[in-house]
């Protein structure tokens, strides 16, 4: 594999590399002409743990693009570069390659990043893709300890999309889905789509924010824990797709999937009230975005995130999320 490693990154990934930049030839990658604050994040995806063997090398390569975007949106920051570091099976054929590369570069043109370098490693036994993503804030930041008592809370897009699409093969549970139906939650599991442009418009709007990445209860959690309030969530205000509509009718208990399913990566909000009427107006403009209001934020209660019913009662659901460990 080290034979082969320099060979694979001329040949597919240094062509990835644009720009003014002074990268991938060092240990380090220079970064000349930037200013301002800039952002920095990693996450990492593993075969058998965020995605299945079966999908293809840039299938992997656009889900961990993507996931590490919307850790940028979350922070309503503009993404730039990126570093990456794989580690394979010993035996990986350069095919695989060459496939990934494809897939990072598909992205990179529809996201406008680049990236800057990275690591490569034979002898896992399972695809362990890291990456680190580097972006600018324009006019200030999002963050989840900023949290206002009496804030509106929004999530946008649908949830419980990936969550169910982790169990399509599960008959007792998707009987009801179409091959349509299927096609679509596999493709919100494995491609998502980071809300960049609703980031950097929520700057200067919103008081906090987080992509959805373990469950929506957990992840509201992490603002009322860093915010020090609490949150009372309608369970029916969710916003859910119709896949995961036709199968609560079939199975009501697969509630949890919207509310505590990870890898939607959604945005999860709070705002003022006072900014309900722009917010709402922004998911009217030729539905460019799909943003819901889904609860308000009150003072600090035992679990956090309060989630009620149609008639307030108390919803009981998970509140600890996805776990990696």
């Known amino acids: 594999m080290k034979g082969q490693e320099f060979s694979y ?3 597919y990934f240094r062509p990835l590399i644009t720009g003014d930049m002074y990268g991938g030839r060092d240990d380090a990658a ?3 002409g930037l200013s301002g604050t800039m952002a920095v994040a990693t996450d990492s995806i593993i075969e058998g743990v ?3 063997s079966s999908l293809s090398a840039e299938g992997i390569a656009r889900k961990a693009l993507r996931v590490n975007l919307s850790d940028m949106a979350a922070m309503g920051v503009m993404a730039q570069h990126y570093l990456v570091a794989l580690m394979v099976p010993q035996g990986t054929p350069e095919s695989w390659f060459r496939d990934f590369a494809e897939g990072l570069a598909t992205d990179q043109k529809l996201y406008g990043v680049s990236l800057l370098g990275g690591d490569m490693a034979g002898g896992s036994s399972k695809i362990h893709v890291a990456m680190t993503m580097f972006g ?9 300890s900023n949290a206002q008592r009496g804030d509106d809370v929004y999530v946008s897009g649908t949830l419980g999309d990936a969550a169910l699409g982790l169990r399509i093969d599960d ?11 299927k096609h679509m939650l596999a493709m919100r599991l494995h491609r998502p789509s980071p809300r960049m442009a609703l980031g950097q418009m929520l700057v200067g709007v919103a008081h906090s924010c987080i992509d959805i990445s373990d469950g929506l209860v957990a992840d509201l959690t992490h603002i009322c824990e860093e915010s020090q309030l609490g949150m009372v969530i309608s369970r029916d205000s969710v916003p859910l797709s119709s896949p995961v509509r036709k199968a609560l009718e079939e199975d009501e208990s697969l509630y949890h999937l919207a509310l505590c399913g990870g890898d939607d990566y959604e945005l999860a909000f709070t705002a003022p009230a006072h900014q309900r009427e722009t917010i709402m107006g922004w998911a009217l403009e030729a539905g460019a975005h799909d943003i ?6 009150e003072a600090r209660t035992e679990h956090c ?8 009662h108390p919803y009981p659901c998970s509140y600890h999320g996805y776990r990696h460990f």
């Open 9 to 11: 990154i001329e040949r």
């Open 30 to 32: 220079m970064v000349s």
């Open 50 to 52: 965020h995605f299945s």
């Open 136 to 144: 600018m804030a324009q006019a200030g930041v999002l963050s989840r």
């Open 171 to 181: 008959k007792d549970v998707v009987s009801c889905l179409s091959k349509e139906d």
């Open 292 to 297: 819901t209001h889904i609860g308000y934020v």
């Open 305 to 312: 995130v309060r989630v009620v019913d149609s008639d307030g």
